[in-house]
């Protein structure tokens, strides 16, 4: 309805489901259809989605893992529980696909959703089995309009705290502040393309 209020576009037809999904993965892909629908309609520009909680008792049968994600995560380097977490987080990341396919196939101001937005994607944890907050996994998505630099990968002294990640992303969402958490700088190394 409030769409409908703000919203001089059309919008979009969407089925509604009866309930939460019993399936993990049409869960996840409803709630990036919302995700979808909420950018489409520009009721907000910014979302915060959590796929998988830390200490999640889930398991994932609709992969063939019936062993809880959490307990697998404390793997102890035994090769079996570190192939049922590789295929769970391979799980994760084909889900993403599914969401990115979605924002690159939805037209926005000069491109598509994806060309103009920034995702973020990783982990609060670099290995659960040690619970490391260290060298975190985090993947930047998107065109940011322009404002990123793409297709590098990089790595930062180990000191670098996250949140420089974040107090540039800030700057780059034309949110300047002077620090965030424990910000110690920008990361020169993303700016625009």
């Known amino acids: ?16 489901p009866a309930g939460i999904p019993p399936e993990f993965s049409d869960h996840v892909k409803l709630m990036f259809d919302l995700q979808l629908l909420a950018f489409q309609t520009d009721m907000t520009r910014v979302i915060t989605f959590m796929m998988g909680p830390e200490q999640s008792n889930r398991t994932f049968r609709e992969i063939g893992i019936a062993d809880v994600h959490h307990s697998l995560s404390h793997h102890q380097n035994d090769p079996e529980k570190l192939e049922k977490i590789f295929r769970i987080n391979l799980f994760h990341s084909e889900l993403l696909a599914y969401y990115l396919e979605k924002l690159k196939a939805t037209p926005d101001v000069n491109g598509s ?81």
């Open 1 to 16: 309805q409030m769409a409908e209020q703000q919203s001089s576009m059309e919008i979009p037809s969407v089925e509604r």
């Open 113 to 193: 959703l994806l060309d103009n937005m920034i995702l973020t994607y990783g982990s609060s944890m670099s290995d659960g089995n040690d619970h490391l907050l260290q060298n975190l996994p985090v993947v930047l998505i998107g065109g940011g309009a322009g404002k990123l630099k793409g297709g590098q990968h990089l790595r930062f002294p180990a000191e670098t705290p996250i949140s420089n990640l974040y107090l540039t992303l800030l700057d780059k969402l034309d949110i300047p502040v002077e620090n965030f958490g424990a910000s110690t700088g920008q990361i020169n190394l993303l700016t625009g393309a």
